[in-house]
C-alpha cells in the first residue's frame, strides 16, 4: 500500500506562487512515476505534471513555464512549485504514484487563486 500526503495549498491572489509538497509512505518500491494532478469544480480530473524514474517530465500546456515538478528519490517526494498562478488554476490538486501499473493518489489539496 502506497500512502501519499499532500501539503501547501490554500488562497493566493492571481499572479501570486505556492508550493506543494507530498510525500510517499508505505510499500513504495518500486514507484515507476509521481505527478500532480487536479480537479476544478464541475470538471474532469487532470494531469498537471509528472515525472517518470527516467526523468522524462511531462505538462500541462497550460501550466508551461509556470509550474515546475521536482522529486527526491532518496526521500521520496514530488514537489510542484506554481508560479504566475492565475484564477483558473483554482483546483483540488491531488498528488499521484504510480507503482507497478497502479495509480495511488493522496486525499488532494486545495488550491484557490483569486482575481
Known amino acids: 500500500q502506497v500512502r501519499l500526503v499532500e501539503s501547501g495549498g490554500g488562497l493566493v491572489q492571481a499572479g501570486g506562487s505556492l508550493r506543494l509538497s507530498c510525500a510517499a509512505s508505505?510499500?513504495?518500491?518500486?514507484?515507476?512515476?509521481m505527478g500532480w494532478y487536479r480537479q476544478a469544480p464541475g470538471k474532469q480530473r487532470e494531469l498537471v505534471a509528472i515525472?517518470?524514474?527516467?526523468?522524462?517530465?511531462t505538462y500541462a500546456d497550460s501550466v508551461k513555464g509556470r509550474f515546475t515538478i521536482s522529486t527526491d528519490k532518496a526521500k521520496n517526494t514530488v514537489d510542484l512549485q506554481m508560479n504566475s498562478l492565475k484564477p483558473e488554476d483554482t483546483a483540488v490538486y491531488y498528488c499521484?504514484?504510480?507503482?507497478?501499473?497502479?495509480?495511488?493518489w493522496g486525499k488532494g489539496v486545495l488550491v484557490t487563486v483569486s482575481s
Open positions: 508505505g510499500t513504495i518500491r518500486p514507484i515507476n512515476a
Open positions: 515525472s517518470l524514474n527516467s526523468g522524462t517530465t
Open positions: 499521484n504514484a504510480v507503482r507497478l501499473g497502479e495509480n495511488h
